[in-house]
C-alpha cells in the first residue's frame, strides 16, 4: 500500500520558525555563504541605529546602538554577524583564545561573542574597580590623563586575544587596553569596534588590525 505524507501535516508555526530563521540570517536554498549572511545582517543592523546631531558636542553625529540591545532578534543578529566578521577578517584558525571589553559598552556584546567564539572574557575596566593584583595604562582624555585596568591573571601568556568596543574614536582607550594585553604576555590579533569615528583618526593609535562591523553616517 502506497501512503501519502502531507505537507500540511507540519506544523504552521514550525515552517514560519523555521522561515524566519532563514530569512533573518540571509539564509535560502541552497544556503547562503558567509559573505552574504554578513551583508544581510548587516543591513539590518544599520538600519537600527538612530543618530542624534550634535551630542555629545556640537559638530558630532552620535550613533545610537541601544535599539540593537532591545530587540532581541537584532542582539542575536549582532552577535551572529560579529562572529562572521571576526571569521572573515581572523579566519577559522586564528579565534581567539580571550576576548577583551573595554568599560563600558564593550561589556554590552562581549561576553556573548565570547561565548558564541568558545572564549573566555576579560573586562578592562576604569583604575579602582577591580580587585586583586592589576595591570595599569594610562591614555589621554581631552581633559587629561585616564587610567585603564586589567586583572594581572585574566590573560595567560601566548593567549590569543581580540579587543572588542562599541565604537573608536582617538583611539587612546583602545590602545590602553591592547598595551595591557601586551604587558601580561597576550598575542593581540586585532581590534574589532561596531562603528567608527574615522575623521578622529583614531587608528593610528593602533599597533594591531582595526576592523568595524558597520559604517558611519
Same mark, same amino acid.
Request: proline share 6%; net charge negative; hydrophobic share 35%.
Given at each position: 500500500?502506497?501512503?501519502?505524507? *502531507?505537507? *500540511?501535516?507540519? +506544523?504552521?508555526?514550525?515552517?514560519?520558525?523555521?522561515?524566519?530563521?532563514?530569512?533573518?540570517?540571509? @539564509?535560502?536554498? +541552497?544556503?547562503?555563504?558567509?559573505?552574504? %549572511?554578513?551583508? $544581510?545582517?548587516?543591513?539590518?543592523?544599520?538600519?537600527?541605529?538612530?543618530?542624534?546631531?550634535?551630542?555629545?558636542?556640537?559638530?558630532?553625529?552620535?550613533?545610537? /546602538?541601544?535599539?540593537?540591545?532591545?530587540?532581541?532578534?537584532?542582539?542575536?543578529? @549582532?552577535?551572529?554577524?560579529?562572529?562572521?566578521?571576526?571569521?572573515?577578517?581572523?579566519?577559522?584558525?586564528?579565534?581567539?583564545?580571550?576576548?577583551?571589553?573595554?568599560?563600558?559598552?564593550?561589556?554590552?556584546? $562581549? +561576553?556573548?561573542?565570547?561565548?558564541r567564539l568558545g572564549a573566555g572574557f576579560v573586562p578592562v575596566r576604569k583604575q579602582?574597580?577591580? +580587585?586583586g593584583p592589576t595591570e595599569t595604562a594610562s591614555y589621554e582624555k581631552e581633559y587629561?590623563?585616564?587610567?585603564?585596568?586589567? %586583572?594581572?591573571?585574566?590573560?595567560?601568556?601566548? %593567549?590569543?586575544?581580540? /579587543?572588542?568596543?562599541?565604537?573608536?574614536?582617538?583611539?587612546?582607550?583602545?590602545?590602553?587596553?591592547?598595551?595591557?594585553?601586551?604587558?601580561?604576555?597576550?598575542? @593581540?590579533?586585532?581590534?574589532?569596534?561596531?562603528?567608527?569615528?574615522?575623521?578622529?583618526?583614531?587608528?593610528?593609535?593602533?599597533?594591531?588590525?582595526?576592523?568595524?562591523l558597520l559604517s558611519s553616517q
Amino acid at each position: 500500500m502506497n501512503h501519502t505524507i *502531507s505537507t *500540511s501535516s507540519v +506544523p504552521a508555526a514550525s515552517k514560519h520558525d523555521a522561515y524566519n530563521s532563514a530569512e533573518r540570517y540571509g @539564509l535560502s536554498t +541552497p544556503p547562503a555563504t558567509s559573505t552574504s %549572511q554578513l551583508s $544581510g545582517l548587516t543591513m539590518r543592523l544599520q538600519r537600527s541605529l538612530r543618530q542624534f546631531p550634535d551630542f555629545p558636542s556640537k559638530g558630532i553625529l552620535f550613533e545610537d /546602538i541601544m535599539p540593537i540591545f532591545a530587540d532581541p532578534h537584532l542582539h542575536e543578529d @549582532l552577535i551572529r554577524a560579529l562572529e562572521l566578521h571576526v571569521e572573515e577578517h581572523h579566519g577559522r584558525g586564528q579565534r581567539p583564545d580571550v576576548i577583551v571589553g573595554l568599560e563600558a559598552r564593550g561589556f554590552l556584546f $562581549g +561576553p556573548s561573542l565570547a561565548l558564541r567564539l568558545g572564549a573566555g572574557f576579560v573586562p578592562v575596566r576604569k583604575q579602582g574597580k577591580l +580587585p586583586g593584583p592589576t595591570e595599569t595604562a594610562s591614555y589621554e582624555k581631552e581633559y587629561g590623563p585616564d587610567y585603564f585596568q586589567m %586583572q594581572v591573571d585574566g590573560i595567560k601568556p601566548g %593567549q590569543k586575544v581580540l /579587543i572588542v568596543d562599541d565604537i573608536i574614536a582617538t583611539g587612546g582607550s583602545a590602545a590602553a587596553a591592547g598595551s595591557l594585553v601586551r604587558k601580561l604576555g597576550g598575542d @593581540l590579533l586585532g581590534y574589532v569596534f561596531i562603528l567608527e569615528l574615522d575623521f578622529l583618526q583614531g587608528r593610528q593609535k593602533l599597533d594591531a588590525s582595526a576592523s568595524t562591523l558597520l559604517s558611519s553616517q
